[in-house]
């Protein structure tokens, strides 16, 4: 490879833009595929993928790199497993699950398994792990995504994720910086203000990101937050000099890549167009502008800066020479001598491991004795349904959990789902048709999803849920946002922290009395 000060403008430029892929529309889309594939001839740097199968994704990616003439680094959101993007891999609890366990190690070896995964794909970052304290309860979109509510807990639980990850020689990827924990609106609906003093920054919301910086992270997303504190501007963070360069390179002294949270989020792309949303991030410091709604635009805006711009042309030609360090690092540039297929991944370890760290989550407040419940209890189950998107998968979720429990525990068990168009109608005739049960079971889908804008509970839903308990002994379970719990009365409160099929699997475990596998204990993931 000719060295990066000789790279074209064009070739720098598109470096510095890392788009969105699916492989699902790749396959099933002509025109789709004609798009992606003239990126990858312009010279862009890689691509965060989203949709599809793991075979179609392992296909894609080899096709991909066959056309670039610079190889490509791909990217992915995998916070807790390959199934929070793609069809098929190992869906592990969502880290305020892991975050829960007082000992680091399955947060290490969950990280080092979703790696694993993630590169038998031919994907080398994973946009992991949020190292934001969730320190709001109403946050709409961090939530239990987030280890915890602390910076210690953040801090150790994050490191080892990170850890994780770059053992396996996959990217890790700190975000959102300087901190979206105290936060009450979704970026991906509008722009965030964190209103908090420099202080009070310093000495929380920048904790994790320091010793991730210390610690030897390869690289960090900037958050679309406001943070007058430290920008009186009012500009996102992800667009700010003074917060990217000033405070994360500078005063952090962070040498590794530097990428902006997705620019297609309303946040930005309600104000900036695709090309001055790239210009913005790369002139506040920012190596990669990641996911421009217009791919192509975002390139030609850099192209034209540096065409007029010398001292633009060297801000390309620092990022670029970061850009191709990390790919060399994680071996999207040269071989891999640890490079695995998806036929070598040790799934059922993977499965088995992600179980027991789900189990070891689950919190159980209140009156223990209901848990387990007896065999010769009849039990009315209803499962609460956060309203908008996703929905569906929601839905299919709270069957699999009534029917795999009921299966478990042999009870005569009647469930009924509910969710936000409830009226006292429904309650009525529900409350008529589980009139003879013993046990009721609450159990709230409810967590943080991107363009929800929301993730508490209506007024509606919280009367349902009191009517519903009818005055009988209440067992109230949480598959996602744990802070439900200050508004719901019950005997038992169970906490999972996660929604994802072990957190499911483990809760089913507790309420039934019965042990997860007895030989799986941590340790370095299998591959």
């Known amino acids: 490879m000719k060295s990066i000060e000789k790279f074209t403008n064009s070739e720098l430029a598109g470096q510095c833009i890392m788009a969105r892929v699916s492989a699902e529309s790749y396959y099933t889309d002509e025109e789709y ?26 296909s894609l990616t080899t096709e991909l790199q066959a056309l670039a003439t610079i190889p490509l680094i791909f990217s992915a959101d995998f916070e ?78 994050s490191f080892a994720f990170i850890k994780g990850t770059q053992d396996k020689k996959v990217l890790s990827c700190a975000k959102h910086f300087p901190g979206h924990g105290d936060t009450s609106v979704d970026s991906h609906l509008e722009l965030p203000v964190l209103n908090r003093s420099k202080k009070e920054i310093r000495e929380n919301e920048l904790k994790p990101f320091i010793y991730a910086v210390e610690n030897d992270v390869r690289s960090i997303m900037t958050g679309h937050l406001s943070v007058p504190s430290l920008d009186s ?53 920012a190596d990669i502008a990641l996911m421009p709604d217009n791919p192509k635009e975002a390139i ?93 998968e929601n839905m299919n979720k709270a069957s699999m959990f009534f029917k795999i429990f009921a299966q478990a525990i042999e009870n005569n068990c009647d469930f009924a789902f509910v969710d936000e168009k409830i009226n006292e109608a429904d309650v009525y005739a529900l409350n008529e048709g589980t009139k003879d049960a013993q046990i009721v079971i609450l159990a709230f889908f409810y967590k943080a999803k991107a363009y929800k804008g929301s993730i508490g509970a209506t007024e509606e839903m919280l009367r349902a849920a009191e009517r519903l308990a009818m005055g009988k002994p209440v067992i109230a379970i949480f598959f996602g946002n744990p802070y439900l719990a ?18 499911i699997a483990a809760t089913i475990l507790k309420l039934s009395g019965r042990e997860p596998f007895p030989d799986v204990e941590p340790g370095q993931s299998k591959n």
């Open 33 to 58: 595929k004609e798009n992606i594939n003239e990126l990858v001839k312009l010279g862009i740097g890689g691509f965060c993928v989203f949709k599809g199968s793991t075979a179609e994704t392992d």
């Open 80 to 157: 807790h497993g390959l199934p929070m993007r793609l069809t098929g891999g190992t869906e592990f609890p969502h880290v305020m699950a892991m975050g829960q366990n007082e000992s680091t190690e399955f947060t290490y070896t969950s990280a080092q398994a979703i790696a694993i995964e993630t590169r038998s794909l031919g994907i080398h970052w994973n946009l992991a792990p949020v190292c934001d304290i969730n320190s709001n309860p109403e946050n709409p979109i961090i939530n239990i995504r987030a280890f915890g509510e602390n910076s210690d807990d953040v801090i150790k639980h």
């Open 233 to 285: 501007t009012g500009l996102p963070a992800s667009l700010s000099y003074k917060i990217t360069t000033e405070i994360l390179r500078n005063e952090l002294n962070f040498k590794g890549l530097i990428v902006t949270d997705a620019l297609e989020m309303k946040a930005i792309s309600d104000k900036y167009s695709s090309g001055d949303a790239t210009l913005l991030a790369i002139e506040a410091g």
């Open 300 to 392: 030609k805006a850099l192209i034209n800066r540096a065409d007029t711009d010398t001292e633009f042309r060297q801000r390309l030609v620092d990022s670029v020479r970061r850009i191709i360090r990390e790919k060399k690092w994680c071996s999207a540039i040269g071989h891999n001598p640890n490079s695995i297929s998806r036929s070598d991944v040790k799934y059922e370890h993977h499965e088995k491991l992600a179980l027991i760290t789900a189990e070891k989550a689950i919190e159980i407040v209140g009156k223990k004795t209901l848990i387990p419940i007896r065999g010769d209890l009849q039990i009315a189950g209803f499962a609460f349904l956060q309203d908008g998107v996703q929905q569906t």
């Open 486 to 503: 200050d508004d719901i009365k019950a005997d038992t409160y169970v906490s999972a922290f996660s929604d994802t099929l072990p957190s």
